[in-house]
Structures are given as structure tokens and as C-alpha cells.
């Protein structure tokens, strides 16, 4: 089991920056390939960005290509999410996910978090 716990969310200003947190515990994360999603009102959950489980892949949609940089620092078992140039299209609640396979954006992930709200105003 792994369980995650994101952080980092709030009321921002278009144009603005924010960067989330996962914390991870239970099984070694460092093992895990990790991914941020978001659902906003009303719409699907999508895919935002993910990272391989020794940092050496990552992939973005293209929606956020550019202004998102996904990170992970396995020695404290933490995933990161700097989010630059808000637009108030991001606002959603994010989860941090982890996957046992792979950090491809179609992989099944495993484990999910309760998630945190960004909400970027205009």
C-alpha cells in the first residue's frame, strides 16, 4: 500500500504560480512512477503531467507543456508539481497517483490521494 497526501493548492491570480506536494508513505515510493491529474467541475478526470520512478521520463499534456514541471525527490518520498502561468482553465482539484508499471499517461495507477484544490482567478 502506498498512501498519498497532496498539498500546495489555493486561490491564485491568473498569471500566478503554485507549486504542489505529494507525500508518500507505505511502500517504497521510489519504485512507483508518479502522476498529477485534475478534474474540474463537470468535466473527466484528465492527466496533467507524470514522472518515472527515477526521474528519467517525464510527460505533460499539452495544455500544460511548458508551464508545468513535474518532480520527485525519492530520499523524502515526495512528488512536486510547480505550476507557472496559471490560467483560471486550470482551475480543478489535483491528485497525485501512483503507478506500479510505468509513467506513461495511459498506465493504470495504483494508488490516488484525497487531492487539493487550485483555483486561478481571472
Known amino acids: 500500500q502506498v498512501q498519498l497526501v497532496e498539498s500546495g493548492g489555493g486561490l491564485v491570480q491568473a498569471g500566478g504560480s503554485l507549486r504542489l506536494s505529494c507525500a508518500a508513505s507505505g511502500r517504497s515510493f521510489s519504485s512507483y512512477a508518479m502522476g498529477w491529474f485534475r478534474q474540474a467541475p463537470e468535466k473527466e478526470r484528465e492527466f496533467v503531467a507524470s514522472?518515472?520512478?527515477?526521474?528519467?521520463?517525464?510527460y505533460y499534456a499539452d495544455s500544460v507543456k511548458g508551464r508545468f514541471t513535474i518532480s520527485r525527490d525519492n530520499a523524502k518520498n515526495a512528488g512536486y508539481l510547480q505550476m507557472n502561468s496559471l490560467k483560471p482553465e486550470d482551475t480543478a482539484l489535483y491528485y497525485c497517483a501512483a503507478a506500479s508499471r510505468s509513467a506513461s499517461p495511459h498506465s493504470f495507477y495504483d494508488y490516488w490521494g484525497q487531492g487539493t484544490q487550485v483555483t486561478v482567478s481571472s
Open positions: 514522472i518515472s520512478y527515477g526521474s528519467a521520463l517525464t
